[in-house]
């Protein structure tokens, strides 16, 4: 259910005013305004306003603004494209990994794979298990 | 040449091909700058420097994209950051005009009464104003350009209205409103 005060009709009349949808129906505004002597002043000026506009154009001014510009694209870079690093990087970055890992001695893997499964019992129980220990012993709850 | 094919060359180092855009799209900028910032030599400047920064964030547009909408982004937020730089006293005169363009249909003095309620307005009321009244962005696009909620454009629309109307003072309503019924 919708509240009704004289501003959300104000707003909603010059939202139908302008062809919009508007929160409130037109049949609710338009009752509103019959029985809203201050709505109406408000609104009326409003949308003759409204009508005033469409014998207005915006001004485009004339400009040559390419040669300073041209000027100054010298002193920048060209366009970065993230794209091209992705498409060149990802590649070799895949290979370096995939030589990391087959070159691997076996002592590294005795220490990555526990890393790996801390990562993985973390990110299932979504949430740091011994930063939750730290901030207990800091509140004395855990020796307790 | 077309918008997709001058930001593709630029892509692949071209900067003559970023001319197109420039000159496509400058004058629509300055309007758009001037809207903004209520400052002639600041909106050339605001251009500029986005076209610039535009340049430099080519690489990261998404080609399924316009190219205009994504760079006012760009000239929107040099235009806001320009402002939060320093504030001047705007001066409107008869002949030069800042924001609406001069037509025969309405005369000098009553653009110039629209300019001045204008430039009364906060720059993010005024960009939200012009953008509703003179491009005809409907709510959604009005949403989607400034990034803003569907609701809030609603609201922020009618307020910028109301303190419009407010700048502008009964007298000119009323005269709009006798021309519109004669």
Excluded at chain 1, 94 to 123: C, D, N, T
Excluded at chain 2, 160 to 180: C, M, N, Q
Aim: include cysteine; charge should be neutral; hydrophobic fraction near 45%.
């Amino acid at each position: 259910m919708t509240d009704i005060n004289c501003e959300s009709v104000r707003v909603a009349a010059m939202a139908l005013a302008d062809g919009e949808d508007s929160p409130l129906g037109r049949e609710e505004v338009q009752m509103h305004l019959r029985n809203c002597e201050l709505c109406r002043a408000e609104i009326e000026p409003m949308r003759t306003m409204n009508e005033l506009w469409s014998s207005h154009e915006r001004l485009r001014p004339e400009a040559n603004l390419w040669p300073s510009i041209y000027e100054r694209l010298g002193e920048s870079a060209p366009p970065f494209s993230w794209r091209v690093l992705l498409l060149f990087g990802a590649p070799l970055f895949g290979y370096k990994v995939l030589l990391l890992v087959f070159q691997a001695p076996p002592s590294l893997w005795s220490k990555l794979v526990p890393v790996i499964l801390a990562i993985a019992v973390f990110r299932y129980l979504k949430a740091n298990p011994f930063k939750i220990n730290c901030e207990l012993t800091l509140r004395g709850e855990l020796s307790s | 040449m077309d918008d997709a094919v001058a930001i593709k060359r630029c892509k692949a180092g071209e900067r003559d091909a970023f001319r197109y855009l420039v000159e496509r799209y400058q004058s629509e900028a300055l309007g758009h700058a001037r809207a903004i910032l209520a400052d002639r030599e600041d909106a050339l400047d605001a251009v500029q420097e986005a076209f610039l920064d535009a340049y430099q964030a080519l690489g990261r547009f998404d080609a399924a994209r316009q190219f205009y909408p994504w760079f006012y982004t760009i000239l929107r937020n040099r235009c806001f950051k320009m402002l939060r730089g320093h504030r001047k006293n705007v001066e409107v005169s008869l002949d030069d005009a800042l924001i609406l363009a001069p037509s025969g249909e309405v005369s000098p003095e009553d653009r110039l009464a629209l300019e001045h309620a204008l430039v009364g307005l906060s720059p993010a009321e005024r960009e939200l104003v012009t953008l509703k009244h003179l491009d005809g962005l409907s709510y959604d696009e009005l949403a989607e350009r400034l990034e803003l909620p569907r609701g809030t454009v609603m609201s922020r629309l009618f307020y910028a209205r109301k303190r419009l109307r407010e700048k502008l003072g009964s007298s000119l309503i009323r005269k709009a409103k006798d021309t519109i019924h004669d």
